[in-house]
């Protein structure tokens, strides 16, 4: 698994929504039965992150500023905010090279489906599997053949092949990706022109208008 070295700063006592309105985001460093670590880190930095790492598993050498000490560890949640979809908070797992994590490894699939050539729809059910494993084991990715796959087909957790050291948590019967049959195409929509909608309306008027008109005919009989 890849390295990369992040920095971060010491939160103090600074509140977390303080924290978010000067740029930052406030995170904490906890695990391996040591002492949580409250950080911050500024928002754009933690966004370069996240776009270097492209979606992979990454092991983070977690660095305070103005300090040599380095914490190993992985990103384990990422805080969004449901409104704003701006990332609200962080939490890293300290790791060692000797006790085994719990982590989930991200798919990457790669080829054509036949089934896709024949008007299939590909549809990716799960983007990554629950695994147990040495943080030195654990690869970034896993990449998984869609190729081969005919409508109705599907690969599932059991069909996997990693590494006897590498222990699958996700049940095995749970689906990957499938390839559906084609979806019935709706009928294409003509747009409606501007012009469309002005004659439309002056119709409507007129009807309206000649509905008043009967009807004002009707009341002058009857009289």
């Given amino acids: 698994m890849k390295k990369v070295e992040l920095e971060v700063e010491e939160r103090g006592e600074a509140k977390a929504k303080s924290l978010r309105r000067e740029g930052y985001i406030p995170g904490i460093l906890y695990g391996a ?37 380095k914490y190993l560890s992985i990103l384990k949640d990422t805080q969004y905010d449901p409104v704003k979809d701006t990332v609200i908070h962080l939490d890293f ?34 983007r990554s599997v629950e695994v147990e494993a040495l943080i030195q084991d654990i ?10 796959l005919s409508i109705g087909n599907s690969i599932h957790i059991k069909d996997l092949r990693l590494p006897e050291n590498i222990k699958i948590l996700t049940h095995p019967e749970e689906t990957i990706v499938t390839v559906l049959a084609p979806r019935v195409m709706e009928e294409e ?23 008043e008109e009967k009807e004002e005919k009707k009341r002058e009989e009857s009289e």
Wanted: no cysteine; hydrophobic share 40%; glycine share 8%.
């Fill in 33 to 69: 039965g040591k002492k949580s670590v409250p950080f911050k880190i500024l928002a754009h930095e933690f966004l370069h992150f996240l776009h270097f790492i492209h979606g992979e598993q990454v092991v983070v050498d977690l660095k305070f500023k103005g300090k040599k000490k």
């Fill in 93 to 126: 797992q300290r790791v060692d090279t000797k006790t085994p994590i719990v982590i989930e490894i991200p798919f990457v699939f790669v080829g054509e489906p036949k089934g896709v050539k024949e008007g299939g729809v590909l549809e990716e059910i799960h």
């Fill in 139 to 148: 690869p970034e990715h896993i990449e998984v053949d869609v190729s081969e």
């Fill in 189 to 211: 929509i003509k747009p409606v022109l501007p012009e469309e909608v002005e004659v439309a309306g002056r119709e409507k008027e007129e009807e309206v208008e000649e509905g």
